[in-house]
């Protein structure tokens, strides 16, 4: 891959830079992304965190995907049509954080709905950091480098999307 292609996510960092920062257990390697897809619109850097959850629920935690399509769906949902109090959404996010027997998914998601908490309130670096935490729960093994090139194609098709229908947002 070259550089380019993924420039705009990740702040001038090569994805090999990326993979090795993963290898060598230094995470926060998704907080770039998500503060350089949150400059355009907060909605895009949640929608990639998502994106990201639902493939890992799918593939990884396929029991849990039944019990929380409904919490993906409604965030979707959400980041579409603002429905919400920043208080609904906290509520979203403490009933799947404090339900029993809480998994990786599961605390993802509730991650997803701080994000979206911390958004609404204007509190952008909390926002990023959630959207960071949820895709990082997501990746649970830093070697498995092919689930990593799909959230980056992730992120880069969720961008290319946004720059097409909004081209003076360079």
């Avoid at 809480?102 to 909390?126: L, M, P, V, Y």
């Amino acid at each position: 891959m070259l550089k380019d292609d993924y420039e705009f996510i990740a702040n001038s960092k090569t994805i090999d830079d990326i993979k090795e920062n993963i290898a060598a257990f230094e995470f926060r390697w998704a907080y770039p992304i998500a503060l350089e897809l949150q400059k355009y619109d907060y909605r895009l850097a949640v929608k990639w965190a998502v994106e990201c959850v639902e493939i890992f629920t799918v593939e990884c935690e396929s029991n849990n995907f039944a019990k929380l399509e409904k919490y993906l769906q409604q965030a979707t949902e959400e980041l579409n049509q603002n429905a919400l109090t920043s208080c609904e959404c906290t509520q979203i996010a403490k009933r799947l954080w404090y339900s029993s027997q809480r998994e990786d998914a599961q605390t993802a998601i509730a991650r997803i709905w701080w994000s979206i908490q911390a958004f609404k309130d204007g509190e952008e670096i909390g926002g990023v950091t959630e959207v960071e935490m949820a895709v990082e729960l997501s990746l649970p093994d830093g070697d498995n480098h092919l689930l990593l090139d799909r959230y980056l194609k992730i992120a880069q098709r969720i961008y290319r999307k946004y720059e097409a229908s909004n081209p003076m947002s360079e």
